[in-house]
């Protein structure tokens, strides 16, 4: 786990001051150590350099980075060491004869198979890495290795035999990856914030890309909300040919590809058989690791898996004093039963007044809360957890969400819409539920009441001018696949909720402390297992998750089976409503935001008076950190 960036520049020298500038961006994603590589188009070689936070060996290896250079490529990198600690692993790393380069952030838990695979055709090692795995496959298969690959990355391979770069980001996008092309240059990076520490670029508000990815959150065209700056899609790569100066995109894995699999599986053994030996492969690690547990399903069944492999594995628990969020009663029990070194954190509004400024500006996009998990990974670094296992993706694989039950009530009750006119004036909050319902005819309108960004027509108040913006291109092609609807559901928060929303926050609050999470559920082998079971056996009426529920037996206390799900989140409504501190915080904030102009401020103050109103908290939220994110990023 650790922070890459770069700079290319097709015609001119680039300015090595800028690609520190985004490396020292990068600290906190890899504290252990640093380097770059520079070198030209039309040049074969490639020269290392070090800078004043590399360790003491590379120093003395490496000249120090000379701003002076005539260099028009420039790879950075930020190291957190967790697989070969010792200086073999630092980064970049070129291969023997320093024709091929590599920057590699993530981990690749096939590792130890490809490199035995890759010393009988004859290769040999110097480090126990896998980044020195994933170079030696690039060198051995070509791009295509990335197929071979089973893990969470973000990589940058610059070639000189034939001069390309190419950028690469994993099938689910555990890993961010952006980018910035304009006027003939390429900036990338782990995160956009070093993106924006270069002098030379123009730093500007993408309102198109604010709306529709961050507010509304129903687009997959990957923009984020500063112009020129892009996420790579997941399961796609950049391949850049440095001499000819053009640049292609190329999807090498798609979520789509698992409608394709025939569900004739009736067993659901493969599938704990499976998950046991992802569990036990991403438990692999050179330094301290600890599992995530709540009182719920994904989290211990995990943790129980987990502890069959690492007999003194380490649990961690949240515990917030508010009642309905609290699941400390059942996760102690699960680690009695388990017998974890249960590490706990009790929470409470004053905690999270204490950093939350600093944890609000970290990201670079709006939220609809607070992330705990910054929280959470302050405190087990604070305590030399370096890993984490983590039980994300368990809903959006298994069908554990509210609104997978809820469907089969949509489904139903459109047979009834022609009733809409009739009930339409009466006041019961139940009438507009039924109202909500019937106004989606698609399962992507379906999908978009549940989801966490605002409706449509709540956007369309808060924005001043006419908006028109269509049905996303990937969800029109769900809609017309021939599976069922539950299954679109699933594939839709598979492809845009984990890769563009969820893991992204995941990786910025972890990595805010120097944290790497590892996610057993999104596994692309686990998928393509779960997407080949019958589909009667995943989904459920009236049960969510019934094949996660049926390995979780065999784990859980059968009290905890039946506790309600709360999920890993805290009470911001209570603390906005409660808590004179926060209630000032986000007043000041949001009249901050309405001198900007951006937004309707009669909408603004409309849902400030309705505040003691959960569905108004989540909008208060997301222009609370649009204005900490224009003030932090773009205001200097």
């Not at 913006?469 to 539950?486: A, V």
Request: net charge neutral.
């Amino acid at each position: 786990m650790c922070g890459i960036c770069g700079i290319l520049q097709f015609n001119k020298a680039i300015q090595t001051h800028e690609l520190q500038l985004m490396t020292h961006a990068l600290q906190h994603r890899g504290p252990d150590d640093a380097g770059f590589v520079l070198s030209n188009i039309h040049q074969s070689s490639m020269d290392s350099f070090h800078d004043e936070d590399s360790v003491a060996e590379i120093k003395t290896t490496y000249p120090s980075l000379n701003h002076n250079s005539q260099y028009q490529i420039g790879m950075g990198f930020r190291r957190l060491a967790i697989f070969d600690t010792s200086v073999l692993g630092h980064q970049p790393m070129l291969n023997h004869d320093r024709s091929i380069a590599i920057t590699f952030n993530g981990a690749i838990y096939n590792f130890e198979e490809l490199r035995s695979e890759l010393h009988q055709a004859g290769y040999s090692f110097k480090s126990k890495s896998d980044t020195e795995v994933v170079l030696t496959a690039y060198q051995h298969w070509g791009i295509n290795c990335i197929q071979k690959l089973n893990g969470m990355f973000a990589i940058a391979l610059l070639d000189k035999r034939d001069n390309t770069l190419y950028l690469i980001r994993d099938r689910f996008g555990i890993k961010p990856l952006y980018y910035s092309q304009h006027k003939e240059a390429l900036y990338w990076s782990s995160e956009i914030k070093a993106i924006l520490k270069v002098p030379s670029l123009e730093k500007q508000l993408d309102v198109n890309g604010l709306y529709t990815n961050y507010l509304w959150q129903q687009s997959t065209d990957h923009a984020t909300c500063f112009k020129h700056i892009n996420s790579l899609a997941p399961g796609t790569y950049l391949k850049i040919d440095l001499v000819a100066q053009h640049t292609s995109t190329h999807t090498y894995w798609d979520t789509l590809q698992l409608t394709q699999l025939q569900r004739t599986n009736t067993s659901i053994e493969p599938i704990e058989e499976l998950l046991h030996q992802i569990v036990k492969k991403q438990l692999k690690a050179d330094v301290p690791i600890i599992s995530m547990l709540s009182g719920g399903i994904d989290s211990t069944t995990l943790s129980a898996i987990a502890k069959k492999c690492k007999p003194d594995l380490a649990s961690y628990t949240l515990a917030l004093n508010e009642q309905h969020y609290n699941e400390l009663p059942q996760a102690k029990a699960i680690a009695s039963h388990l017998k974890l070194q249960a590490h706990i954190q009790e929470l409470h509004a004053d905690d999270l007044l204490r950093d939350l400024d600093a944890s609000l500006t970290h990201f670079e996009a709006p939220y609809t809360s607070i992330e705990p998990v910054v929280l959470a990974a302050r405190f087990m670094h604070d305590q030399q957890f370096k890993v984490v296992i983590n039980g994300i993706g368990a809903d959006e694989l298994f069908g554990g969400y509210q609104y997978y039950q809820r469907i089969y009530q949509w489904e139903r009750l459109n047979h009834f819409s022609w009733m809409a006119n009739f009930i339409a004036p009466l006041p019961f909050q139940k009438t507009k539920t039924l109202q909500q319902f019937w106004k989606a005819q698609t399962v992507s309108q379906f999908y978009g009441l549940f989801h966490e960004g605002m409706q449509l027509s709540e956007l369309q108040q808060l924005v001043s001018h006419p908006l028109s913006l269509p049905t996303p291109k990937q969800f029109e092609t769900i809609e017309h696949l021939p599976i069922s609807n539950l299954e679109k559901i699933s594939l839709l928060d598979l492809q845009h909720n984990v890769g563009n929303h969820h893991v992204v926050r995941e990786d910025l609050s972890y990595m805010k402390h120097s944290m790497e999470a590892r996610y057993p559920y999104l596994d692309h082998e686990l998928a393509t297992a779960v997407f080949r079971l019958k589909t009667s056996l995943v989904y459920q009426k009236n049960t969510n998750k019934p094949v996660l529920r049926a390995i979780a037996r065999k784990h859980i206390l059968a009290a905890n089976m039946q506790m309600p799900k709360k999920g890993f989140a805290l009470p911001t409504a209570q603390w906005l409503a409660n808590n004179k501190t926060i209630e000032n915080y986000a007043f000041d904030a949001l009249n901050q935001l309405k001198k900007r102009g951006i937004f309707n401020n009669k909408t603004i103050d409309l849902w400030w008076q309705q505040r003691n109103q959960s569905a108004a908290v989540s909008k208060i939220w997301q222009l609370l950190s649009t204005e900490k994110m224009i003030a932090t990023y773009l205001d200097a």
